[in-house]
């Protein structure tokens, strides 16, 4: 009804998610100011205008252990705004920054779906002029995200 998978998680079905250099939500505090990769799936995003009139955004991520916040500042999000209105999942480089709660200041962002940021119909801005705007893409591309799935994981979703 409301659009959910209830029988597993989306990153059930992304064997990248499980690869050893990737950290966990839950372990996020034990890596306090180092360089990490993370991935998650999308929650919930804010973009904000900084004091200088530039624009970062927020990114509430989950993956299997828990909850983390990506932290995209102006430099980065210049780079990796259109891939940021993916419901992901993402692959995240950073720094972790546990003091103000389970942070990750993004260094490199990528969608790791099949579903490119380019096919996306709503792209995101640097700009500030956003009052509005909806954070999430109108259209999820299903058929290019079930399509790479790969009739066994399929399977498995539906089990």
Do not use: C
Not at 15 to 40: F, L, Q, W
């Amino acid at each position: 009804i409301f659009g959910y998978m209830v029988s597993a998680h989306p990153l059930n079905f992304f064997a990248e998610t499980n690869h050893p250099s990737i950290i966990k939500a839950a372990d996020i505090e034990k890596y306090h100011n180092k360089r990490v990769k993370m991935t998650g799936w999308y929650m919930a995003a804010k973009r904000v205008v900084t004091s200088k009139g530039k624009v970062m955004k927020f990114l509430s991520l989950e993956d299997l252990t828990g909850t983390f916040e990506a932290v995209i500042f102006p430099d980065a999000y210049e780079k990796y705004a259109e891939l940021t209105v993916s419901m992901g999942p993402y692959l995240i480089e950073g720094i972790v920054d546990a003091e103000e709660g389970n942070n990750i200041i993004v260094k490199k962002l990528s969608v790791l779906s099949a579903a490119k940021a380019a096919s996306i119909t709503q792209k995101d801005r640097t700009n500030k002029d956003f009052f509005g705007e909806s954070e999430k893409p109108l259209e999820y591309d299903e058929i290019s995200l079930v399509s790479s799935l790969g009739k066994e994981k399929l399977r498995l979703a539906y089990l």
